[in-house]
């Protein structure tokens, strides 16, 4: 409802997006929005069938009657609405209406006629219709029965059937009598004074709240009081309202003596101090029974009769409101927590019992609730076996205002006050006094004492807001945690919990509706998209600001006259400003090409039908356009979901999407749609309109009978309506098409479509035949663009080329067909698991119990797998198929749309999750940061395979179009493949070359063309390319011939289609086809019932599908991917069917795919339990991206800059946990395998080709001397203060010069977790902001956990302190203690540097996970602004190169989860060791051994001089390939070459050592394919981690891939001062033959004497600077030369 009331984003009043102050659109509503206001549209069910219309048979059996709400099934819990408060918010509380309001203003009643039955009150007709009960009788003296009776002139009942009172019933004394004005509230009320049979009215309370937690609350109690005591259903109640009835009982009476209801009418409700005097009157007092029915005829006159559950009862015993509070997000349930009974049992009603999840939102003050430690510190609370916090309430309720001169507007006061009051005239006369405006324009105030400057809890503020009187009262009500701080809004509801009232449940239905009416985004959203309806498809911020300006005045005004009521919300008045607009109405504004739309397909067909005159020869035959949707695009009531035919931010490709504007209409311009259209609209030119089956002609139609048709053009005698027009002159060709333009274009037809028409026509004319040469006019002009778009079309006579691929293609042909089954298909019913679920584990018992429309063990067939918890899964038997080519066939478990991989406990609430349209956007763009706009992921991977030499072609059957879409400058035209065979258009013609004609009217477009123009005329003429390649198709008998099509299936004529087309692959000379078909109706919400028959359809006709594969021999060159916008939810919702979900399954079928597997990984269980579990749905944990990487590759998109291209959010995803061809095909190319703990990916067949060529100058003269420089770094920090006998952790008093920091270490440094199962973003623990560490410590809740951390420095540190940050409102998982360790290198042993115990303030709330919420702090302070703890140690003088922080466990033990936000050791950064002057001798103390090895050993491979036409540049590594190896993983390895300072980065974390060192190397592979000589080796330094440089280095090379390698150099890098100095990334290098960059930080080695060449090179580094985890380098260059 909220999508289509307000939209997505809030809007200005001009409809541009209103932004926040990152930019970015504020949206409108978010999931908690949606789950809300789902709750207010429970209940509806239909009504009972009846006779008359809704009977009839119609073409889609609608009923005409609204549905009804049942209360029992209607969520009755407070709601939250947009603005941060609750559905029902400044609406008057029950319990502050006057006395008797069924006698004051605004008290409504409708008849009942003789049943006295209420319609919106709970009741049984048995009890109502019993004559035994008492009534409500009105006496004729009374002023309540003169009002409804309404007597006309002769004083007889008119009886009306609604009745509202506009002023308060005057009773005088003898009024006062009546027994209404004796009780709190009515019922039914009964007339029958003078009448055969009483007459009743039902009393419509007006619409008020209650608030959910009250004071003083009692207990009420429901049905039999059993023999023991013990009491069912017991509730809280408010004791002001009249909720419920009496319990009398005998005073001082015992056990055996029951208590009984006494009334004044059957069903009176009553209040507590009502229900104390109803039985004093009796002579007995309220009180708790101990017996209630045991002899139903002595339960009291008001009881005899009625269900145990017709109503509660009021006892004299207390009950406690209570609330629940969640942990993760302070969301309440209710919980009422009455006395025991007298038999000590409290049995709560279920729904507010403990146990309850009935959880909403709410706002809390300064967004802080309770924590779990809160929870266990505060005595009025206690922690719940579910993870809550159950606590008692105490309810505050305070003044706002105390003055007027507070108040600074009417707007300030809204946003302050939120609870409602009644109208104060609704009182007596003499209860309030009238203030006046206290200085306030636009307020009145009431109040019962005091004056403008004294107000009370009683004043009230009475205004108007949006043409709606608003009375609000001066209080707040607010709701304390007993015993502590905590606070939060109380809760306002419509719907009682005490008594759901179906009167209630309509009420807040209407304050739902208002809430998204009165939205401030409601009127510039209805705006634009009433001005895209009326013809601007993109009207202006000035139109539309106009437009919402007459639509909150409800009034419009123009050259005097006047439209509108004046009130706010008025539709007269928006719609006269669209359409009345200068914008709307200027014909120069036709010039503009921007301007207009284009016009929907029935738009068009009922335009040229009123225009043409169409005349009915019998008006009870008549076309209805029913069953058009598939011919035209739209359908009279046929609009395929609730997102109408088209959606509104469609932009047709080409210039309405260059242009940035949008064409909803465009959507439809599917070209078999086009020229059914043209071709219908010239048969009723022609012949009339008709029904004869061997033309297109417009469909449906109301009582018809088989027609006869024609085949003389221009006979309409068969025909039951046909165009009566006739020109107003015929004196000539001009006057013709100049009338049929205005006509039929609006006078819009360029000149030279029109000189074009008229000279066509002219030969026809001159016959005398008009009536002929009118029809020739009419169906040229129906071609033109001008007819199908406004603005003004410029086009060209030249007509548009287009031509296929006119060559053979090279390599074999491969097709992919995309499979889009759009509504959410419920997967979890296609694939099961069944059995070998290991450990113990019933896989289908778990899958049973969380699905209530689970599939039975009979309807499951069996398929093995390995890789997931269970080994047997079932496929629904009703798609065997899947089962018996399951060696064809991969299952893809729990898969979705992804951004980066998340669990529940991440921020996963992003975007429009769960809505049709944004899921199926998404799944079709395959780019969720829009890195490739307005392309889909299909047409990239057709771009890509272009670029290549393929052969593409794009081709859409109802699909998803945006799928297709490439980039511009691929120019892949997407085709509209029909689902039937093609047909000769323009049967019987009135001239023989209209379609010829219409290429020309349809030319190319000149400057200045309407975008609109331009959409229509490029894909007229590409559908008539089409149509001619398809009947060239069709003339060569290329034809599928054996194929069993299905004529109901929509699916079978798709796939059929799909089958004839490539059949023709060789005919369009195309080696790489894409399909995309669309299947709609899985969107089953009301049952699931339909997803049967609907397997079965897909089982048959893909089976004739794959038959008719395997006929044209390419089964194994075919792949399909099946897909679905999301899955849906696990368990099945009221009406047994399944809500929008997100994770699904899905399969890929074909003849080559390497089947009989379930990829990705199935949930178990599937319930709250598993880690992916979120409101019923699962969050999935395969992307998309991980199945279209594999067909990617298998079509022949490898390289990895390809992929990226493809795949924008490829990188999002680990690279080896995507699928690659050989895990999906058969003959698949390219595979990523994990050797020795490191991913490495690789094709058989990679071309590597430069895309820039080198333009580096040979040096002048070489080099000739050598550039050692010995290293000024030691290998191991020396201790600061050395002594005659070292120690292992060298001490020293904090010396001067060192820099005292908020952290020694961050993320330039290492960080490595222990005693963790697995563990996630490791690198948060040290961000510097509120991102949260990970860690899965099942099963080793005894392990100690932790990281070790090596800061970055290369000057060693002292810590004194440790500091921790909490990860989170779960104190649960925070740690509860640290210890810190260091170590002066990585072969020394820790030492302890101390311990001890983590106090957080427990505020940990605030600690809101985000990577983007920074933390600042300082030596000597945390952030005070985030929770943390930290341990001091200010005796710690020790230094160390390395520090371990160990937590030995977590607040509650059971916690299998570890998290945190940040470590921080805030300590002394120490002046670094200096550095020595520069020696060319070499180092007496090497910092490593010697090699056994030479530095140039004797090789095989022949040397030389340097040719005198070597070529001598700055490297001889870029362009190139290169591979890295010895990494787990590697960043951006083509910058370890390229000319920038991007850094190259590898990560060590799991490889084998050497010596337990970390080694890894790249090999690189120089793209000028020749040999050269290596002389110099830079190294420049990348931006951060001067511990990842690396300090010990071989360089080899080799001759061929066959030959060994050989050593050019090695040995310590000979870095200076490179440790201090970082070079930016991304920074461009400048470096010649001679030298490196002056400008950046570099530092080389050089080869003075080598002169072998070689073809590849591989570098290695042996060691980086303290054994880093870590090994990162901005660049490396080879200067040497390249031989000719």
């Given at each position: 409802?909220?999508?289509?009331?307000?939209?997505?984003?809030?809007?200005?009043?001009?409809?541009?997006?209103?932004?926040?102050?990152d930019?970015?659109?504020?949206?409108?509503?978010?999931?908690?929005?949606?789950?809300?206001y789902?709750?207010?549209?429970?209940?509806f069910?239909?009504?009972?069938?009846?006779?008359?219309?809704?009977?009839?048979?119609?073409?889609?059996?609608?009923?005409?009657?609204?549905?009804?709400?049942?209360?029992e099934?209607?969520?009755?819990?407070?709601?939250?609405?947009?603005?941060?408060?609750f559905?029902?918010?400044?609406?008057?509380?029950?319990?502050?209406?006057?006395?008797?309001?069924?006698?004051?203003?605004?008290a409504?009643?409708?008849?009942?006629?003789s049943?006295?039955?209420?319609?919106?009150?709970?009741?049984?007709?048995?009890?109502?219709?019993?004559p035994?009960?008492?009534?409500?009788?009105?006496l004729?003296?009374?002023?309540?029965?003169?009002?409804?009776?309404?007597?006309?002139?002769?004083?007889?009942?008119?009886?009306?059937?609604?009745v509202?009172?506009?002023?308060?019933?005057?009773?005088?004394?003898?009024?006062?009598?009546g027994?209404?004005?004796?009780?709190?509230?009515?019922?039914?009320?009964?007339?029958?004074?003078?009448?055969?049979?009483?007459?009743?009215?039902?009393?419509?309370?007006?619409?008020?709240?209650?608030?959910?937690?009250?004071?003083?609350?009692?207990?009420?109690?429901q049905?039999?009081?059993?023999?023991?005591?013990?009491?069912?259903?017991v509730?809280?109640?408010d004791?002001?309202?009249?909720?419920?009835?009496?319990?009398?009982?005998?005073?001082?009476?015992?056990?055996?003596?029951?208590?009984?209801?006494?009334?004044?009418?059957?069903?009176?409700?009553?209040?507590?101090?009502?229900?104390?005097?109803?039985?004093?009157?009796?002579?007995?007092?309220?009180?708790?029974?101990?017996?209630?029915?045991?002899?139903?005829?002595?339960?009291?006159?008001?009881?005899?009769g009625?269900?145990?559950?017709?109503?509660?009862?009021?006892?004299?015993?207390?009950?406690?409101?209570?609330?629940?509070?969640?942990f993760?997000?302070?969301?309440?349930a209710?919980?009422?927590?009455?006395?025991?009974?007298?038999g000590?049992?409290?049995?709560?009603?279920?729904?507010?019992?403990e146990?309850?999840?009935?959880?909403?939102?709410?706002?809390?003050?300064?967004?802080?609730?309770?924590?779990?430690?809160?929870?266990?510190?505060?005595?009025s609370?206690?922690?719940?076996?579910?993870?809550?916090?159950?606590?008692?309430?105490?309810?505050?309720?305070?003044?706002?205002?105390?003055?007027?001169?507070?108040?600074?507007?009417?707007?300030?006061?809204?946003?302050?006050?939120?609870?409602?009051?009644a109208?104060?005239?609704?009182f007596?006369?003499?209860?309030?006094?009238?203030?006046?405006?206290?200085?306030?324009d636009?307020?009145?105030?009431?109040?019962?004492?005091?004056?403008?400057?004294?107000?009370?809890?009683?004043?009230?503020?009475?205004?108007?807001?949006?043409?709606?009187?608003?009375?609000?009262?001066?209080?707040?009500?607010e709701?304390?945690?007993?015993?502590?701080?905590?606070?939060?809004?109380?809760p306002?509801?419509?719907?009682?919990?005490?008594?759901?009232?179906?009167?209630?449940?309509?009420?807040?239905?209407?304050?739902?509706?208002?809430?998204?009416?009165?939205?401030?985004?409601?009127?510039?959203?209805?705006?634009?998209?009433?001005?895209?309806?009326?013809?601007?498809?993109?009207?202006?911020?000035?139109?539309?600001?106009?437009?919402?300006?007459?639509?909150?005045?409800?009034?419009?005004?123009?050259?005097?006259?006047q439209?509108g009521s004046?009130?706010?919300?008025?539709?007269?008045?928006?719609?006269?400003?669209?359409?009345?607009?200068?914008?709307?109405?200027?014909?120069?504004?036709?010039?503009?090409?921007?301007?207009?739309?284009?016009?929907?397909?029935?738009?068009?067909?009922?335009?040229?039908?009123?225009?043409?005159?169409?005349?009915?020869?019998?008006?009870?035959?008549?076309?209805?356009?029913?069953?058009?949707?598939?011919?035209?695009?739209?359908?009279s009531?046929?609009?395929?979901?609730?997102?109408?035919f088209?959606?509104?931010?469609?932009?047709?490709?080409?210039?309405?999407?260059?242009?940035?504007?949008?064409?909803?209409?465009?959507?439809?311009?599917?070209?078999?749609?086009?020229?059914?259209?043209l071709?219908?609209?010239?048969?009723?030119?022609?012949?009339?309109v008709?029904?004869?089956?061997?033309?297109?002609?417009?469909?449906?139609?109301?009582?018809?009978s088989?027609?006869?048709?024609?085949?003389?053009?221009?006979?309409?005698?068969?025909?039951?309506?046909?165009?009566?027009?006739?020109?107003?002159?015929?004196?000539s060709?001009?006057?013709?098409?100049?009338?049929?333009?205005?006509?039929l274009?609006?006078?819009?037809?360029?000149?030279s479509?029109?000189?074009?028409?008229?000279?066509?026509?002219?030969?026809?004319?001159?016959?005398?035949?008009?009536?002929?040469?009118?029809?020739?006019?009419?169906q040229?002009?129906?071609?033109?663009?001008?007819?199908?778009?406004?603005?003004?079309?410029?086009?060209?006579?030249?007509?548009?080329?287009?031509?296929?691929?006119?060559?053979?293609?090279?390599?074999?042909y491969?097709?992919?067909?995309?499979?889009?089954?759009?509504?959410?298909?419920?997967?979890?019913?296609?694939?099961?698991?069944?059995?070998?679920?290991?450990?113990?584990?019933?896989?289908?018992?778990?899958?049973?119990?969380?699905?209530?429309?689970?599939i039975?063990?009979?309807?499951?067939?069996?398929?093995?797998?390995?890789?997931?918890?269970?080994?047997?899964?079932?496929?629904?038997?009703?798609?065997?198929?899947?089962a018996?080519?399951?060696?064809?066939?991969?299952?893809?478990?729990?898969i979705?749309?992804l951004?980066?991989?998340l669990?529940?406990?991440?921020e996963?609430?992003?975007?429009?999750?769960f809505?049709?349209?944004?899921m199926q956007?998404?799944?079709?763009?395959?780019?969720?940061?829009?890195?490739?706009?307005?392309?889909?992921?299909?047409?990239?991977?057709l771009d890509?395979l272009?670029?290549?030499?393929?052969?593409?072609?794009?081709?859409?059957?109802?699909?998803?179009?945006?799928?297709l879409q490439?980039?511009?400058?691929?120019?892949?035209?997407?085709?509209?493949?029909?689902l039937?065979n093609?047909?000769?258009?323009?049967q019987?013609?009135?001239?023989?070359?209209?379609?010829?004609?219409?290429?020309?009217?349809?030319?190319?477009?000149?400057l200045?063309?309407?975008?609109?123009?331009?959409a229509?005329?490029?894909?007229?003429?590409?559908?008539?390319?089409?149509?001619?390649?398809?009947m060239?198709?069709?003339?060569?008998?290329i034809?599928?011939?054996?194929?069993?099509?299905?004529?109901?299936?929509?699916?079978?004529?798709?796939?059929?289609?799909?089958?004839?087309?490539?059949?023709?692959?060789?005919?369009?000379?195309?080696n790489?086809?894409?399909?995309v078909?669309?299947?709609?109706g899985?969107d089953?919400?009301?049952?699931?019932d339909?997803l049967?028959?609907?397997?079965?359809?897909?089982?048959?006709?893909?089976?004739?599908?794959?038959?008719?594969?395997?006929?044209?021999?390419?089964?194994?060159?075919?792949?399909?991917?099946?897909?679905?916008?999301?899955?849906?939810?696990?368990?099945?919702?009221?009406?047994?069917?399944?809500?929008?979900?997100w994770?699904?399954?899905?399969?890929?079928?074909?003849?080559?795919?390497?089947?009989?597997?379930?990829?990705?990984?199935?949930?178990?269980?599937?319930?709250?339990?598993?880690?992916?579990?979120v409101?019923?749905?699962?969050?999935?944990?395969?992307?998309?991206e991980?199945?279209?990487?594999g067909?990617?590759?298998?079509?022949?998109?490898?390289?990895?800059?390809?992929?990226?291209?493809?795949?924008?959010?490829?990188?999002?995803?680990s690279?080896?946990?995507h699928?690659?061809?050989?895990?999906?095909?058969?003959?698949?190319?390219?595979?990523?395998?994990?050797?020795?703990?490191?991913?490495?990916?690789?094709?058989d067949?990679?071309?590597?080709?430069?895309?820039?060529?080198?333009?580096?100058?040979?040096?002048?003269?070489?080099?000739?001397?050598?550039?050692?420089?010995?290293s000024?770094?030691?290998?191991?920090?020396?201790s600061?203060?050395?002594?005659?006998?070292?120690?292992?952790?060298?001490?020293?008093?904090?010396?001067?010069?060192?820099?005292?920091?908020?952290?020694?270490?961050?993320s330039?440094?290492?960080y490595?977790?222990?005693?963790?199962n697995?563990?996630?973003?490791?690198?948060?623990?040290?961000?510097?902001?509120?991102e949260?560490?990970?860690?899965?410590?099942?099963?080793?809740?005894?392990?100690?956990?932790?990281?070790?951390?090596?800061?970055?420095?290369?000057?060693?540190?002292?810590?004194?302190?440790?500091r921790?940050?909490?990860?989170?409102?779960?104190?649960?998982?925070?740690?509860?203690?640290?210890?810190?360790?260091?170590?002066?290198?990585?072969?020394?042993?820790?030492?302890?540097?101390?311990s001890?115990?983590?106090?957080?303030?427990?505020?940990?709330e605030?600690?809101?996970?985000s990577?983007?919420?920074?933390?600042?702090?300082?030596?000597?302070?945390?952030?005070?602004?985030y929770?943390y703890?930290?341990?001091?140690?200010?005796?710690?003088?020790a230094?160390?190169?390395?520090?371990?922080?160990?937590?030995?466990?977590?607040?509650?033990?059971?916690?299998?989860?570890?998290?945190f936000?940040?470590?921080?050791?805030?300590?002394?950064l120490?002046?670094?060791?200096?550095?020595?002057?520069?020696?060319?001798?070499?180092?007496?103390?090497?910092?490593v051994?010697p090699?056994?090895?030479?530095?140039?050993?004797?090789?095989?491979?022949?040397?030389?001089?340097?040719?005198?036409?070597?070529q001598?540049?700055?490297?001889?590594?870029?362009?190139?390939?290169?591979?890295?190896?010895?990494?787990?993983?590697?960043?951006?390895?083509g910058?370890?070459?390229?000319?920038?300072?991007?850094?190259?980065?590898?990560?060590?974390?799991?490889?084998?050592?050497?010596?337990?060192?970390?080694?890894?190397?790249?090999t690189?592979?120089?793209?000028?394919?020749?040999?050269?000589?290596?002389?110099?080796?830079?190294?420049?330094?990348?931006?951060?981690c001067?511990?990842?440089?690396c300090?010990?280095?071989?360089?080899?090379?080799?001759?061929?891939?066959?030959?060994?390698?050989?050593?050019?150099?090695?040995?310590?890098?000979?870095?200076?001062?490179?440790?201090?100095c970082?070079?930016?990334?991304?920074?461009t290098?400048?470096?010649?033959?001679?030298?490196?960059?002056?400008?950046?930080?570099?530092?080389?080695?050089?080869?003075?004497?080598?002169?072998?060449?070689?073809?590849?090179?591989?570098?290695?580094?042996?060691?980086?600077?303290k054994?880093?985890?870590?090994h990162?380098?901005?660049r490396?260059?080879?200067?040497?030369?390249?031989?000719?």
């Open positions: 409802m909220q999508l289509f009331s307000i939209g997505l984003f809030m809007l200005n009043k001009d409809g541009s997006k209103i932004l926040d102050e930019g970015k659109p504020v949206e409108t509503y978010t999931i908690d929005d949606i789950m809300s789902a709750s207010a549209w429970t209940g069910e239909e009504r009972d069938a009846r006779g008359g219309a809704s009977a009839a048979n119609r073409h889609v059996d609608r009923s005409l009657d609204p549905l009804y709400i049942n209360p099934s209607r969520d009755h819990f407070p709601k939250s609405n947009l603005y941060g408060g559905i029902g918010d400044q609406v008057v509380l029950c319990n502050d209406l006057p006395d008797r309001a069924f006698l004051r203003k605004g409504t009643y409708k008849i009942l006629g049943d006295p039955t209420p319609t919106m009150l709970s009741s049984e007709v048995a009890v109502e219709m019993n035994d009960r008492p009534k409500m009788e009105l004729p003296s009374s002023p309540l029965f003169n009002m409804l009776c309404s007597p006309d002139s002769n004083g007889d009942c008119t009886f009306p059937s609604k509202v009172l506009e002023d308060n019933l005057f009773y005088d004394d003898a009024a006062k009598l027994l209404e004005y004796k009780v709190d509230t009515l019922r039914t009320v009964e007339m029958k004074v003078g009448m055969s049979h009483p007459m009743y009215y039902e009393y419509i309370r007006q619409p008020c709240v209650e608030h959910t937690f009250y004071s003083n609350a009692k207990k009420v109690i049905g039999q009081v059993h023999g023991d005591a013990v009491q069912d259903n509730m809280c109640a004791p002001t309202l009249p909720i419920a009835t009496s319990m009398c009982l005998e005073p001082g009476s015992e056990q055996s003596v029951g208590g009984t209801v006494h009334c004044n009418y059957m069903g009176e409700r009553m209040t507590y101090d009502s229900a104390i005097e109803t039985c004093a009157a009796k002579g007995l007092e309220l009180g708790e029974p101990w017996l209630f029915r045991k002899d139903p005829h002595e339960s009291g006159p008001c009881a005899k009625a269900s145990f559950t017709d109503f509660r009862s009021w006892t004299d015993s207390s009950c406690q409101v209570q609330a629940k509070v969640s993760d997000a302070g969301k309440v209710i919980v009422h927590s009455p006395s025991p009974d007298h000590g049992m409290t049995n709560t009603e279920p729904s507010v019992s146990a309850s999840l009935n959880f909403f939102k709410t706002p809390w003050t300064n967004g802080h609730f309770p924590s779990l430690n809160d929870c266990l510190s505060i005595g609370c206690h922690v719940h076996d579910d993870e809550s916090c159950i606590c008692d309430t105490e309810v505050a309720v305070n003044d706002v205002f105390t003055s007027s001169s507070e108040i600074s507007s009417i707007a300030d006061l809204k946003a302050a006050l939120h609870i409602g009051a109208d104060p005239q609704s007596e006369d003499d209860h309030f006094t009238n203030f006046g405006s206290c200085g306030i636009g307020l009145t105030v009431y109040s019962t004492g005091g004056n403008c400057a004294s107000f009370n809890s009683d004043t009230i503020f009475s205004f108007e807001w949006k043409s709606k009187s608003l009375f609000l009262k001066n209080i707040k009500s709701v304390y945690i007993s015993g502590s701080s905590f606070v939060f809004r109380n306002v509801q419509f719907i009682s919990v005490v008594q759901t009232e179906a009167r209630d449940a309509y009420h807040e239905t209407d304050e739902v509706l208002d809430s998204l009416f009165y939205h401030p985004s409601h009127p510039p959203f209805l705006a634009m998209r009433l001005a895209q309806r009326f013809g601007l498809s993109n009207a202006s911020p000035s139109l539309i600001e106009r437009a919402v300006t007459a639509y909150e005045a409800g009034s419009y005004e123009t050259n005097n006259l439209f004046g009130k706010y919300g008025d539709l007269g008045a928006l719609i006269a400003a669209i359409l009345l607009d200068p914008e709307s109405r200027e014909a120069v504004l036709d010039a503009d090409q921007s301007h207009g739309h284009a016009k929907a397909p029935l738009d068009k067909v009922i335009s040229v039908f009123r225009s043409m005159g169409l005349k009915f020869e019998s008006p009870l035959v008549m076309p209805t356009l029913l069953d058009s949707y598939d011919t035209i695009g739209q359908g009531y046929e609009s395929p979901s609730v997102f109408n088209y959606l509104v931010e469609f932009a047709h490709p080409g210039a309405v999407q260059d242009a940035g504007l949008t064409s909803p209409e465009t959507s439809l311009y599917q070209s078999y749609r086009l020229l059914y259209l071709d219908a609209m010239s048969t009723t030119v022609k012949f009339g008709n029904d004869c089956p061997r033309l297109p002609r417009f469909e449906g139609w109301r009582n018809s088989p027609f006869q048709c024609s085949t003389v053009e221009g006979n309409t005698d068969f025909s039951p309506a046909h165009f009566s027009y006739w020109p107003s002159s015929v004196e060709v001009q006057s013709i098409v100049s009338e049929l333009s205005l006509l274009t609006s006078s819009r037809m360029s000149a479509n029109e000189a074009l028409i008229t000279s066509l026509v002219q030969p026809i004319f001159d016959t005398g035949d008009i009536a002929k040469a009118i029809r020739a006019a009419q040229y002009i129906l071609t033109t663009p001008e007819a199908h778009t406004t603005g003004i079309a410029r086009i060209s006579e030249n007509e548009r080329q287009l031509t296929g691929y006119e060559s053979k293609p090279r390599g074999p491969k097709a992919l067909v995309f499979l889009n089954f759009s509504g959410g298909v419920d997967s979890y019913n296609l694939l099961v698991p069944k059995g070998q679920c290991g450990s113990g584990k019933d896989g289908y018992a778990a899958y049973a119990a969380s699905r209530g429309n689970a039975p063990l009979d309807g499951l067939t069996s398929i093995s797998t390995s890789d997931q918890v269970c080994k047997e899964f079932g496929v629904h038997s009703d798609f065997s198929l899947l018996d080519l399951y060696n064809q066939t991969i299952f893809f478990a729990n979705g749309t951004f980066k991989p669990t529940r406990h991440d996963w609430n992003v975007g429009d999750l809505a049709h349209n944004s956007y998404n799944l079709a763009r395959g780019d969720p940061y829009d890195e490739a706009p307005d392309t889909g992921v299909l047409g990239r991977l890509m272009q670029k290549q030499g393929h052969h593409t072609s794009a081709n859409n059957l109802n699909g998803e179009k945006q799928m490439g980039f511009p400058e691929y120019q892949n035209t997407i085709t509209e493949v029909t039937s093609p047909k000769d258009l323009n019987y013609p009135t001239v023989t070359d209209l379609f010829d004609v219409a290429k020309q009217l349809n030319g190319v477009g000149e200045g063309n309407s975008f609109f123009g331009e229509w005329a490029d894909s007229m003429s590409t559908a008539l390319f089409e149509h001619e390649q398809l060239a198709i069709a003339a060569a008998g034809e599928v011939t054996d194929y069993p099509l299905n004529g109901e299936s929509n699916l079978s004529k798709g796939l059929n289609a799909i089958a004839n087309h490539m059949l023709s692959r060789e005919f369009r000379n195309v790489r086809d894409i399909f078909l669309r299947q709609g899985f089953m919400h009301h049952s699931s339909g049967a028959p609907a397997f079965q359809d897909m089982n048959s006709e893909l089976g004739k599908f794959i038959n008719e594969m395997k006929r044209q021999g390419i089964w194994e060159d075919v792949a399909i991917v099946f897909g679905s916008e999301f899955g849906r939810s696990i368990p099945t919702n009221s009406n047994g069917g399944t809500d929008h979900g994770g699904g399954h899905s399969f890929l079928i074909g003849g080559g795919v390497n089947g009989g597997k379930v990829l990705g990984n199935y949930p178990h269980p599937l319930d709250s339990a598993h880690a992916q579990y409101r019923g749905r699962m969050i999935p944990t395969t992307p998309h991980f199945v279209w990487n067909v990617a590759q298998w079509l022949g998109v490898r390289t990895e800059s390809d992929l990226d291209l493809v795949l924008p959010n490829r990188k999002s995803f690279e080896c946990d699928f690659t061809d050989k895990d999906l095909f058969v003959d698949g190319a390219c595979d990523c395998t994990i050797i020795n703990g490191a991913c490495s990916c690789q094709c067949t990679v071309t590597y080709s430069p895309t820039v060529s080198p333009t580096l100058s040979p040096s002048e003269s070489p080099s000739s001397e050598p550039t050692t420089h010995p000024s770094l030691p290998s191991v920090i020396p600061i203060s050395p002594t005659l006998n070292p120690t292992d952790s060298p001490t020293a008093e904090l010396p001067e010069g060192g820099i005292l920091v908020n952290s020694i270490i961050d330039a440094g290492s490595l977790p222990f005693g963790c697995t563990w996630s973003r490791a690198w948060a623990s040290v961000d510097g902001s509120l949260k560490f990970h860690c899965d410590r099942t099963d080793l809740q005894d392990v100690p956990a932790g990281q070790v951390f090596s800061p970055p420095y290369v000057q060693a540190t002292i810590a004194k302190k440790v921790v940050y909490a990860g989170g409102p779960n104190a649960n998982v925070s740690p509860i203690d640290v210890t810190l360790e260091g170590r002066v290198n990585p072969e020394a042993p820790w030492e302890s540097i101390g001890g115990d983590l106090e957080f303030n427990n505020n940990f605030m600690n809101v996970r990577s983007a919420i920074f933390i600042e702090s300082t030596y000597e302070s945390g952030d005070v602004n929770t703890a930290e341990v001091d140690f200010p005796s710690n003088n230094v160390y190169s390395d520090y371990k922080v160990t937590f030995s466990a977590t607040r509650k033990y059971e916690e299998t989860r570890l998290q936000a940040e470590v921080e050791i805030p300590g002394m120490l002046p670094p060791p200096p550095t020595p002057p520069p020696s060319l001798s070499p180092s007496v103390s090497p910092s051994p090699t056994a090895y030479p530095t140039h050993p004797p090789t095989p491979s022949p040397t030389a001089a340097v040719a005198d036409n070597a001598a540049v700055n490297t001889i590594l870029y362009p190139g390939s290169v591979e890295s190896s010895g990494c787990s993983r590697t960043v951006r390895a910058s370890a070459i390229a000319p920038t300072t991007e850094k190259f980065f590898c990560d060590h974390l799991d490889m084998p050592t050497q010596d337990g060192i970390w080694v890894d190397s790249l690189f592979s120089p793209a000028h394919g020749k040999l050269s000589v290596a002389k110099d080796l830079r190294l420049y330094t990348h931006n951060n001067a511990n990842c440089d300090v010990d280095y071989l360089l080899e090379g080799r001759v061929d891939a066959s030959s060994a390698w050989e050593e050019i150099g090695s040995g310590d890098f000979p870095w200076r001062d490179q440790a201090i970082r070079n930016s990334r991304g920074i290098i400048n470096s010649t033959f001679e030298s490196g960059d002056s400008d950046l930080c570099y530092d080389s080695v050089g080869f003075p004497s080598h002169s072998t060449p070689y073809l590849d090179y591989k570098y290695t580094c042996r060691r980086t600077r054994n880093h985890r870590y990162q380098v901005g490396i260059e080879l200067a040497g030369y390249i031989l000719e």
